[in-house]
Structures are given as structure tokens and as C-alpha cells.
């Protein structure tokens, strides 16, 4: 895939329009993580649109974190594809673009995606619980609910897809748009790390607890608790994280 090629002859679309009927294909195909998408001639033919539209769509959904492109090889799919549909929207309004980038351009170390993830999110639930009204809480108690109506046979993706679509509704409500599609970045980014966390009941009963007193703060309106609450819950991961590493490997 050349990221740089161009056809004259095909009519132009916008990105996000482009870029649903990408996430459709992937659908449709059925792609999984790490498959390679149709080279951007394909893609332009067989979606009627200049193979510009097909570079920029694709170069937009880089910086999102939906895939990952390696240049003369082409783009491959860093989101299941059911995620992808349900992100697909936010690629229109998606601003800072040039540090969306920055986030993606190398493999990060897990630990300063985590450091990065609370410096921003322990703010935004703050900012959230100081403007929010209680009929904005709304996405945020449906996820909530879902979470915590989950079985243990639930596939641990599942829980992960909605434990951050409740950051995520959180971040949203802070009036901060780019700070939120920076959040967004860094969830999309550790999503695989996320999902490789061994099922543990007890693990998800403290986050469970931890997640209900995060929304009674924003219920309160209080933005010194919710940071507080914000910041414990989201030491839970990285400290948990710490004592695997110091944990030696299991012999086989």
C-alpha cells in the first residue's frame, strides 16, 4: 500500500462517510486484529472514491488508534471490528490531530500510557463532576449497570468494552474535546493490554466499587472527590501491574 497515491478519477467524499463504509468492509470481511486491510487501490475502487479520500480516511483512523500503518506493507487492524463501528463516528470531530499522531507513532511503554491516562482523567472526572446535570449521568450509569450485571462466563472483552465506554462517557462530559480525543486515544492504545488481564473475581469486585463510588461523586457534584476517587481507581491498575512484574515467570 503506498499511503501517498491519488486517483483523478473518482468523485471525492467526506472522511467519515468513507471511513464508515471502511469499517463496514472490515465487518463484513471479517477481519480481526492484526489483519491487513485491502491495499488503498482496492478500497477506492470497490467504494467508488478517490484513493486521496481512501489515504486521508485511513491516515485520520492511524491517529485514532483504529489501525496501524507500516509504510510499503499497508494498514493493519488494531481494533476488533464490532469496536470499530461503534467508534466510527467520532473520526469526523476528531481534533488534535498532530498529537494524536505523536501518540501513535511508536510502541509505548505500558506504564507511561497509564502515567499518561491518569495525569489527563483524573482532571476531566473532576471538570465532568463540577458542570455535569443529572440527566447527562445517563450513559455513564448505563455503562455502569452493564458492568456490574456481567456473568463470570462473560468474555473478557466485553467487560473491557464497557468499562471503557464509562471512562469514556466520563471524559466526554468534561467539555474538553480535545483532551477527550486524547483519552480516547490512550483507551483505544491500551485496549489490548487491557483485555489480556487474567479473568479475577476478586480484582473485579474492587474495580466494581471503585467504579460506583467514581459515579455517586459525579451524582454529588463534588470535583475534589471525584478526582480523589478517579485517582485511587486508576492506581489500581498500575499498581496491580507493578507486582506482576515483580512476580518471577512460571516454569513451564
Do not use: C
Request: glycine fraction near 4%; avoid cysteine; hydrophobic fraction near 45%.
Amino acid at each position: 500500500m503506498t499511503i501517498s497515491a491519488s486517483s483523478p478519477t473518482a468523485a471525492h467524499q467526506s472522511l467519515p462517510s468513507v471511513w464508515d463504509s471502511i469499517s463496514t468492509l472490515v465487518q463484513d470481511r471479517g477481519l480481526q486484529v492484526g489483519d491487513q486491510l485491502p491495499s488503498i487501490r482496492e478500497l477506492a475502487e470497490r467504494l467508488e472514491v478517490k484513493q486521496s479520500s481512501v489515504r486521508d480516511a485511513l491516515l485520520k483512523a492511524e491517529s485514532l488508534g483504529f489501525v496501524k500503518i507500516l509504510p510499503r506493507s499497508g494498514a493493519f487492524l488494531r481494533v476488533p471490528g464490532l469496536t470499530l463501528a461503534k467508534v466510527a463516528a467520532p473520526i469526523e470531530m476528531a481534533p488534535a490531530d498532530a498529537i494524536l499522531s505523536a501518540l501513535n507513532s511508536d510502541e509505548h511503554n505500558l506504564f507511561h500510557l497509564l502515567d499518561a491516562r491518569r495525569l489527563i482523567e483524573i482532571e476531566l472526572a473532576g471538570r465532568t463532576a463540577e458542570r455535569r446535570r443529572l440527566e447527562d449521568l445517563l450513559p455513564i450509569r448505563r455503562a455502569l449497570e452493564a458492568m456490574l450485571h456481567l456473568t463470570d462466563a462473560t468474555a473478557r472483552q466485553e467487560y473491557v468494552d464497557l468499562d471503557i465506554r464509562f471512562h469514556l462517557e466520563i471524559a466526554r462530559l468534561s467539555g474538553n474535546s480535545v483532551l477527550f480525543a486524547i483519552q480516547q486515544t490512550l483507551m483505544e492504545l491500551l485496549r489490548p493490554h487491557l483485555n489480556e488481564v487474567p479473568r479475577d473475581l476478586q480484582r473485579k469486585s474492587i474495580t466494581d466499587r471503585s467504579h460506583i463510588a467514581i459515579y455517586e461523586t459525579l451524582v454529588s457534584g463534588s470535583a475534589d472527590r471525584a478526582r480523589v476517587e478517579m485517582r485511587q481507581h486508576l492506581s489500581l491498575a498500575y499498581d496491580s501491574m507493578l507486582r506482576d512484574i515483580q512476580e518471577p515467570p512460571a516454569m513451564m
